[in-house]
């Protein structure tokens, strides 16, 4: 897929990396997969030739820094639609973390839907980087993951941000504030971002910014749990990611556990807790 041909929505992403406004880049590849093997080497855990698969990943940044930092025998990053390499070795050059071509051992397929194109129990380790709030499916996901894993494998699952907490929504640059998803209706939240949009003279973004919140799935922390319990997954490590933040009196009686878990990371392996 060419750079003008990307849909709407991933310009927007790669034109604020390219500015500065957002060091996508150096986000993705450094810091996500620090925070993985970090977390994991909490436990002892490591994947270190590993047969490894990233659910949800998007445009592989993440892969290739995990990668190149853990040293699994192979990673896999599946996502619904194909990872464009072109750009990503383009974004890896620019960067300059990246040579002739993508190592032997990334590789990237498309998956439809829940399904995943992989044999029963063909991954030591699986992770999923802030994909999970955008499942339509979470359950059927899980379970598809849990088929893939091998019965002594793992998981680290990342999401941020939850829908309920402050930036949930997914529009902090419109809404710096926050909350906009409890404060506003759809189609005022919709209105504002095409006024935005169109006074910065891209209108063609907004049809997938309004798409991308309208379809996030409003998962909690414990909705989660609950998701993964069904699928045959439990959770042996997790962590909450909060920190301080301000509420107007319209919100004073929603749950402050919805409010103000703004993400987690877990460790999850399959089986039944007992």
């Known amino acids: 897929m060419s750079e003008d041909a990307q849909p709407s929505g ?23 997969p620090q925070q993985i093997v ?13 047969h490894v698969a990233d659910i949800g990943c998007g445009d592989g940044i993440i892969d290739l820094g995990l990668y190149e930092l853990a040293r699994p025998a192979s990673l896999t990053g599946f996502d619904l639609e194909e990872t464009d390499t072109a750009a990503l ?9 990246a040579g002739e071509g993508l190592p032997a051992g990334l590789r990237f397929r498309a998956n439809a839907g829940t399904t995943l194109p992989a044999d029963d129990a063909s991954f030591d380790a699986l992770v999923s ?37 402050q930036h949930g929504s997914h529009l902090w640059p419109w809404y710096p504030d926050g909350y906009a998803q409890l404060l506003h209706d759809d189609d005022e939240i919709a209105r504002h ?3 935005a949009e169109a006074e910065a003279g891209r209108e063609a973004d907004v049809a997938f910014i309004v798409d991308e919140f309208r379809h996030l799935n409003r998962i909690t922390a414990d909705g989660l ?17 909060t920190g301080a933040t301000r509420i107007t009196r ?17 460790v999850a392996v399959p089986g039944d807790p007992g």
């Open 129 to 165: 980087w802030s994909t999970f709030e955008h499942v339509a499916e979470p359950v059927a996901l899980l379970r598809e993951m849990r088929r893939v894993l091998k019965p002594d494998g793992l998981l680290f699952l990342q999401i941020w941000p939850l829908y309920y907490s």
């Open 193 to 195: 971002i095409t006024e």
């Open 250 to 266: 319209s919100l004073a009686r929603r749950p402050l556990s919805e409010l103000g878990v703004a993400g987690i990371k877990l």
């Open 38 to 50: 970090d977390f994991l080497a909490g436990d002892g855990l490591s994947l270190e030739g590993k």
């Open 225 to 241: 749990q609950r998701a993964m319990l069904a699928a045959g997954l439990y959770i042996t490590k997790f962590e909450l990611l």
């Open 89 to 97: 070795l383009a974004d890896a050059r620019r960067a300059g973390v």
């Open 10 to 32: 991933f310009r927007f992403l790669r034109e604020a990396q390219q500015t500065g406004e957002w060091p996508w880049f150096d986000e993705h590849y450094r810091e996500a």
